[in-house]
């Protein structure tokens, strides 16, 4: 690729708002609490100091060179963005692995292992939650960060059971690309899309675009492949199985705790012809939440069922008018949508809501032209990462974080959360904040609400110093305890990473911790995948037998 990513920021480089579009920003930041953020000076990665690697790099597809070091230290939460636009590069990789073959996968590992070196497999490193960060504690001679991006083919394509094989270093619009000769689509696209892998999809159970049915990758693994240190892990090509515990289940989410995905078999799907889209406004958030309820109850399984709050409506250009919207669209390869938007809408209207443009259809393969609020969201839900970026150049503490809940609880998990946030957002920044809500998923059982949050962390009045992390952690700390209060789950689909682990211990049974740990042991023999990810880091020290692979298990 020759576009260039930005160092300390999300996304291209070339996508970042110029200064007359931050000034609008700090504009609007100023309408919403009465003073306008600074525009500080960016970064430039010339002015990035880096400590000299600890280990030397000891294979030929590794690298200790500086650039490679710097893009592969932080994720994309705010925390990284703070650290990079501060050109706070200290828990730089000493070594970058760029594998291009299984065997380089193995190489690696067996070398990590050998030389007690942390091993850190990386996608796309869009990780918000520490999931990709070399913060292993002293115990290690070093670490290495394994980026699997040279390893992005579509290998096999069995268009007889809508199935292919992709390695896991292809990133999403590589694998549409792939796909797209053969008239199938992954039809996944999570808002990280153009910038992470499948594999990182794997390892982190990621949830896509589409908000019922096959809402998670989960629901499209069909085998996966994975390189641990005590063999290769391969799952069968099956449709279902019924044979124990599924082993693609110990791969999901596992976050790079195990061993190092390198390809899977994936269910695809033909590319839609016809498409259905209409978005409906409610004077009230309660009503659209059952709209909402009430189509994922229906058996409809519209492609999108997304509810946008007021503020969030406002925020995202969606509706100006001080409505909640409910975002519905259905698309399909097989058949028209007339009937299935006419019940949804039917079922909206039951519960009070309007759809004053209509629905609108396109039956020749092409998207929905954009001219109606469902279209604006998708723009704004596009920039987004890069609004954040640009606001952690003012100052601003501005985040995200989701869960999920069944539906007899959302009204006090939301109230619970609304209350939590605004309190932090108070005390860290002095101010109330604005808090948005909208509904990214929904279930026969529940809806997973996503939650924005903005606050000046640039005014702070009589907390002279205060800094934008410290407030940041005050509000994801207080956030966080109120998820679990409710009993929400501390993640839908951003995974765990470092930041969540703690409230992730409360949640998961702590048989089940146990169990987990005690299969990492069993995979992850000398203890450097991924330290401190989902378990506390152990540190073991094999001997050189121990540290190597056993390459002859789990035959292709």
Not at 180 to 204: D, K, V, Y
Not at 250 to 260: H, I, K, P
Not at 498 to 506: A, G, I, M, T
Request: proline residues 5%; hydrophobic residues 45%.
């Amino acid at each position: 690729m020759t576009r260039a990513r930005n160092f300390w920021a999300w996304g291209w480089a070339d996508r970042f708002p110029d200064d007359d579009a931050r000034r609008t920003l700090a504009s609007h930041i100023g309408a919403m609490f009465g003073r306008e953020p600074a525009l500080l000076p960016l970064p430039s990665i010339d002015d990035v100091t880096l400590e000299e690697p600890r280990i030397a790099a000891g294979l030929p597809c590794c690298t200790s060179d500086r650039t490679a070091r710097i893009f592969h230290t932080h994720g994309k939460g705010y925390r990284d963005i703070v650290r990079g636009f501060r050109l706070d590069f200290s828990r730089a990789p000493d070594v970058v692995a760029l594998p291009e073959s299984e065997a380089d996968v193995e190489a690696v590992l067996a070398w990590c292992a050998s030389h007690h070196v942390a091993a850190i497999p990386y996608g796309g490193g869009t990780s918000v939650v520490g999931g990709v960060e070399c913060d292993v504690g002293e115990a290690y001679a070093g670490t290495c960060v394994i980026d699997l991006a040279a390893m992005n083919k579509v290998l096999e394509v069995d268009a007889t059971s809508r199935a292919a094989r992709i390695q896991a270093g292809a990133f999403g619009p590589r694998i549409e690309e792939q796909l797209a000769p053969h008239g199938f689509t992954l039809r996944h696209f999570p808002q990280s899309f153009e910038h992470s892998t499948l594999g990182g999809w794997i390892a982190t159970r990621a949830g896509g675009h589409f908000a019922t049915l096959y809402t998670h990758i989960d629901d499209l693994v069909e085998s996966v492949r994975m390189v641990t240190s005590a063999g290769i892990l391969q799952t069968r090509r099956l449709p279902a199985s019924g044979a124990g515990p599924s082993p693609e289940r110990l791969v999901l989410g596992s976050e790079g705790a195990l061993g190092v995905i390198t390809e899977a078999w994936m269910r695809v799907q033909s590319r839609p012809k016809w498409r259905a889209s209409a978005s409906v406004h409610f004077e009230r958030f309660e009503a659209a939440m059952e709209c909402a309820r009430a189509i994922a109850q229906s058996g409809l399984f519209p492609a999108n069922c997304r509810v946008l709050d007021a503020r969030e409506a406002l925020l995202n250009r969606a509706a100006f008018d001080g409505t909640s919207v409910v975002i519905v669209a259905f698309e399909s390869a097989d058949h028209a949508l007339e009937a299935w938007m006419e019940r949804a809408l039917a079922i909206a209207k039951s519960a009070g809501g309007t759809c004053p443009k209509g629905a609108r259809f396109s039956s020749d393969g092409d998207k929905i032209a954009a001219t109606d609020a469902a279209s604006s969201w998708r723009q704004a839900f596009l920039d987004a990462p890069y609004l954040q970026s640009a606001l952690v150049s003012m100052g601003v503490v501005v985040d995200t974080f989701e869960t999920a809940c069944t539906w007899d609880r959302f009204p006090a998990l939301h109230a619970e959360i609304a209350a939590a946030a605004k309190d932090a957002m108070m005390r860290a920044c002095g101010v109330e904040g604005s808090l948005s809500c909208r509904v990214t998923h929904v279930y026969p059982d529940g809806p997973a609400p996503y939650f924005t949050f903005i606050a000046p962390g640039f005014i702070a009045p009589g907390r002279d110093g205060a800094d934008v992390i410290d407030q940041w952690l005050t509000i994801k700390r207080a956030v966080s305890d109120a998820i679990e209060r409710a009993q929400g789950t501390i993640t839908h689909h951003h995974a765990v990473g470092r930041l969540h682990r703690p409230w992730y211990e409360r949640e998961a049974s702590p048989v089940f911790v146990r169990a987990f740990d005690a299969v990492k042991g069993a995979l992850d023999v000398s203890r450097i995948m991924n330290p401190g990810v989902l378990v506390p880091a152990r540190v073991s020290r094999p001997d050189a037998s121990e540290g190597r692979l056993d390459r002859t298990r789990g035959a292709r």
